[in-house]
């Protein structure tokens, strides 16, 4: 064998293994920054979703509008899903008896956060054993 083919054997296996590791450093990366960033959506989620309860219980409407407004700043405007959340906020507002509503409001919520947790944990996966991704389910 060759000295040159010997050199130009390892250089291509260098480049390969760098090319992997680049690729899977920057991969661990965007996983640890968007899960990172995901988990504190899901918190103002929730926080702010509690404070929906509250204000709608105390007939606070001034709240539930900063709140609508809120939410509609975290939520996608183009999912279907996401519009019937802001709509249960805004029904909230409108009725003196929210008592119907409120399980509405929480329940869509509780589907938003379930599909986002499922998201997280399919793009968490090794690219091997990813499949189709998690389908958010309607709440009825």
Request: charged share 25%; no cysteine; glycine share 4%.
């Amino acid at each position: 064998m060759e000295l040159s083919t010997v050199l130009t054997s390892a250089v291509v296996a260098a480049l390969i293994a760098g090319l992997v590791s680049l690729r899977s450093s920057e991969r661990t990366i965007q996983i640890e920054n968007i899960t990172q960033e995901r988990a504190k959506w899901r918190e103002k989620i929730r926080i702010n979703a509690l404070l929906v309860h509250q204000a709608a219980s105390a007939g606070d409407n001034a709240k539930l509008s900063e709140l609508l407004l809120s939410f509609r700043l975290l939520l996608n405007p183009f999912d279907k899903e996401d519009e019937a959340i802001l709509e249960a906020i805004a029904a909230l507002g409108l009725t003196q008896n929210v008592g119907p509503r409120l399980p509405e409001f929480a329940g869509r919520v509780s589907y938003l956060l379930k599909h986002d947790w499922d998201r997280a944990k399919h793009e968490a996966k090794p690219w091997l054993f990813r499949r189709d991704g998690p389908v958010r389910k309607p709440y009825t």
